[in-house]
């Protein structure tokens, strides 16, 4: 019996230039931890992948796996793909279209060495884990959706990968099949054993299936931590979009907090003196009709709709001036809004949440 090493963690610092564009990224995974790299379309994360499975070297930086260097422009060590033993799964899964299932998942162990009848074996093993054993020998090109990117993953595990690459894995499937292998591909990941990085721009695949969030936004890194604290404490309106809530930025003295356009605001909770991010929930804004504000409201100011969008029992209503804001009320409340209706927009001290900005 074979027994492999331990598994390695991962340690780099991505910097690639391409044109204007600047990547300059670091990056730590611990052995059995899946990260996920969210971001906006353009900001760096399938340049991210690219760099790690050795498709794009380095302008400067390193990339370590354990006691391994896979690049380092300033020692001039850069490994080649098959040397890095990293199992890669790209948006659109690069099966070979002309080999069965079978031959797809024995492509990995064939690269490492194993012998056709060998990967052949272990090809059919892997097939069974992910329940696909009735379509071994069903060219690729006949697959679905969801079958290909079962088989694409099981070709990357299949090798003995030290490293596990997923760019957008489940962006091509439909929203059924999606949230189906969603649960699948969770389980997948906890039973290997090796650093596991999972490039999304979903939040829905990041926070479920992560253990860790690492937010970037051109190029950058603006936030790293676990979903909760993403969540509950998002640091740019970018990652506060990905946790469903209005991040607004604010000074604070003796607990009020004054917003853009002169807004002032009180606070729930006491918070220190000076800059804050304020976090609110669009489903604890309330809107109003009327001429006057609501008696004994706290923090009440008159906004205009820019945008309203029905979402069955919900709907999201965007706010203008004086600051951008997102409600989120019942379908039935919403009926007399439209864009250019005048409300009075209410907040409860209680539902604002502060942070040091």
Not at 35 to 57: D, H, I, M, Q, R
Not at 148 to 154: D, E, I, P, T
């Amino acid at each position: 019996m074979v027994t492999r090493p331990p598994a390695a963690a991962l340690d780099a610092h991505l910097v690639v230039h391409r044109g204007a564009f600047t990547l300059d990224l670091r990056l730590a995974i611990a052995p059995g931890e899946t990260v996920a790299l969210l971001g906006p379309n353009g900001a760096g994360k399938t340049t991210a992948v690219l760099c790690l499975a050795g498709l794009l070297p380095l302008a400067a930086g390193h990339i370590r796996l354990g006691d391994r260097t896979l690049d380092d422009p300033a020692q001039r060590v850069f490994l080649s793909p098959e040397d890095r033993h990293a199992g890669v799964v790209f948006q659109d899964y690069l099966l070979f279209p002309r080999l069965s299932a079978a031959e797809n998942v024995a492509f990995g162990p064939r690269s490492r060495g194993r012998s056709r009848s060998e990967a052949r074996r272990l090809a059919l093993d892997w097939l069974e884990r992910f329940g696909l054993q009735g379509l071994a020998d069903i060219p690729s090109r006949r697959l679905s959706g969801g079958q290909a990117q079962q088989v694409a993953l099981a070709r990357a595990l299949a090798a003995g990968p030290d490293l596990l690459l997923l760019d957008e894995p489940l962006a091509a499937l439909d929203v059924t099949t999606r949230a189906r292998l969603r649960r699948s591909l969770a389980a997948h990941l906890a039973a290997f054993a090796g650093p596991r990085l999972l490039i999304t721009h979903s939040p829905t695949g990041g926070f479920l299936l992560a253990d860790r969030i690492v937010v970037l936004e051109e190029g950058r890194a603006t936030q790293e931590g676990t979903p909760d604290e993403i969540r509950r404490h998002p640091r740019t309106a970018y990652a506060a979009d990905l946790a469903g809530v209005n991040l607004l930025p604010g000074t604070c003295r003796d607990d009020t907090v004054t917003l853009e356009g002169g807004l002032t605001w009180r606070l729930g909770t006491p918070a220190a003196d000076g800059p804050v991010l304020l976090t609110v929930h669009p489903r604890a804004v309330s809107l109003l009709p009327g001429a006057s504000p609501p008696e004994g409201a706290a923090n009440a100011w008159r906004a205009e709709v820019a945008a309203v969008e029905p979402l069955g029992e919900r709907t999201r209503v965007q706010l203008a001036s004086p600051i951008p804001l997102v409600a989120e009320l019942p379908t039935v409340d919403a009926a007399s809004l439209a864009r250019g209706t005048r409300v009075w927009a209410v907040v409860a001290p209680a539902d604002v949440t502060a942070q040091p900005g």
